[in-house]
């Protein structure tokens, strides 16, 4: 178990690492940032602990950093026959809309996963959508979409081969840096640290975060852009945008799309006010009160969010049917499904159906594949095709780890059980400051929730929905035609 102590020395060696040597090589290293405290962004650091190295670490180390390198030759050769795609048709653009292809379907029907809606506030005719592809669909499909979307630069992470020899150089020049500390430093855990940190380097992660920066520089010389909106989460490439906006003097309006926690690291970063967004746009109430507390509270502005749903009169049954919303982590959902599968394998009698909602970018076809014999095994089971909100009218308990749809769940009534962590003694609890909630360590626990058919009190459900109604709040209009 990863202890506390631990995480915050990462994080203080990071942001004093940073701090001194804020340059490509280093923003773009994805090491260097440590998001959350979710087991998948502490994987990073499994092997940096007080502990010698030894015959072993070294074993992997060489054969790890000995494949990032063939990662970065055959990348090279890949750029030489692949492009990135664009439609922009004049330079008449003033802002920079930098968002996710990480949903076809959703990208067809025009939702952004990212804004949902606030992006087109901006005016089609001023804004250039910049979009990073987590899909790799092929270019045909690449083709169709510019066809019938406009403004939009499909970013590929390709660049000119003379500009990626110029990323290798300095990042090898970064590398000389970094083992001088390793041969300067005494402690294993900084020494171990320094060398995840140039074996990182050297991933194909950061040459796409500092090819994204490059490929935004000429987007922003050639419109002469004057403002980006970019997400707030604590990625590298953000920080990367951060210092595009001071290099060219472009406003940055980095705005909250998801929950925040104590867990959360790097989105606070304080690398200085080089390296800090213009305003921060909060998403709802709680968000906006957090966020006051990290940053300059005067930069902070509650904008609200597409999100903010009213509570909608649903028909519920008399039933007591859980809905699972892992994140979209494929570990987390299968655990979550393993979990519900023993619960009720557990309690054969319990009358109740389990909806199982995949987070969107978890390939759904991929997943029932791999958990085909679950669900050949327990009926009770059901691999959810319905909107949420449909979803939800079917429930009364939302099983939830680190999903922000727990809160959509919490507004419309559903009673939200919390599943604990156990190989962490901290969450990313959405809920956290929520007290009155529901933990679950094991699918014991969960049993006995789900058998008990005592109702909960009026007063517990008008705290569940008021708490929720201050997580987002309706979108201020006014506030975004005065920013831009």
């Not at 997943?367 to 909100?389: C, G, H, P, T, V």
Request: proline share 2%; net charge positive; glycine share 2%.
């Amino acid at each position: 178990m990863i202890k506390k102590k631990e995480i915050n020395k990462l994080f203080n060696l990071s942001r004093l690492f940073l701090k001194k040597r804020p340059n490509l090589s280093n923003l773009g290293n994805n090491f260097l940032f440590l998001q959350s405290i979710h087991l998948v962004h502490l994987s990073k650091y499994k092997f940096v602990n007080s502990n010698s190295p030894d015959f072993l670490f070294f074993f992997r180390y060489i054969l790890e950093f000995s494949k990032n390198l063939v990662k970065l030759i055959l990348f090279f050769f890949k750029i030489i026959f692949t492009k990135n795609h664009t439609n922009i048709s004049n330079s008449k653009k003033k802002i920079i809309i930098v968002s996710h292809l990480n949903n076809i379907e959703r990208f067809k029907q025009n939702i952004d996963t990212q804004y949902f809606g606030i992006e087109k506030e901006f005016g089609k005719k001023k804004s250039i959508f910049f979009y990073l592809d987590h899909l790799n669909i092929n270019m045909k499909q690449k083709l169709h979409f510019l066809n019938f979307k406009k403004n939009i630069f499909i970013n590929n992470y390709c660049i000119e081969t003379s500009t990626y020899i110029k990323i290798i150089f300095n990042l090898t020049k970064e590398l000389s840096f970094i083992y001088k500390c390793i041969k300067k430093s005494n402690n294993n855990f900084e020494k171990k640290f320094y060398l995840e940190c140039a074996k990182y380097l050297f991933s194909l992660s950061t040459i796409k975060n500092i090819i994204l920066y490059y490929n935004l520089e000429k987007l922003i010389i050639k419109n002469k852009i004057t403002n980006i909106l970019i997400t707030l989460e604590g990625h590298p490439y953000e920080y990367l945008i951060f210092l595009l906006g001071k290099k060219y003097k472009v406003k940055i309006f980095a705005y909250q799309i998801s929950y925040i926690t104590k867990g959360h690291y790097s989105m606070f970063l304080n690398l200085g006010n080089n390296l800090m967004p213009s305003k921060i746009l909060a998403n709802g109430k709680i968000g906006y009160d957090f966020l006051k507390k990290k940053f300059n509270p005067s930069n902070v502005i509650l904008l609200g969010s597409n999100k903010y749903t009213k509570k909608i009169k649903i028909k519920k049954n008399n039933n007591f049917n859980l809905l699972a919303i892992p994140s979209n982590f494929d570990g987390e959902a299968t655990e979550f499904i393993e979990f519900c599968y023993r619960c009720l394998k557990k309690n054969k009698n319990l009358k109740i159906k389990v909806i199982f909602r995949l987070h969107p970018e978890i390939n759904k076809f991929n997943f029932i594949k791999k958990n085909l014999s679950i669900l050949k095994n327990e009926k009770r089971i059901k691999i959810s095709d319905s909107s949420l909100i449909d979803d939800i009218s079917f429930c009364k308990f939302v099983l939830y780890r680190s999903s922000s749809a727990v809160i959509d769940s919490l507004q419309q009534g559903l009673i939200p059980i919390f599943f604990s962590e156990k190989r962490i003694n901290f969450q990313t609890d959405p809920l956290w400051q929520l007290k009155s909630k529901i933990t679950v360590k094991n699918y014991y626990e969960l049993s006995k929730v789900l058998d008990n058919k005592k109702k909960f009190n009026s007063r517990k459900y008008s705290e569940y929905i008021n708490f929720a109604n201050n997580y987002y709040k309706p979108i201020n209009y006014s506030k975004i035609r005065k920013i831009f």
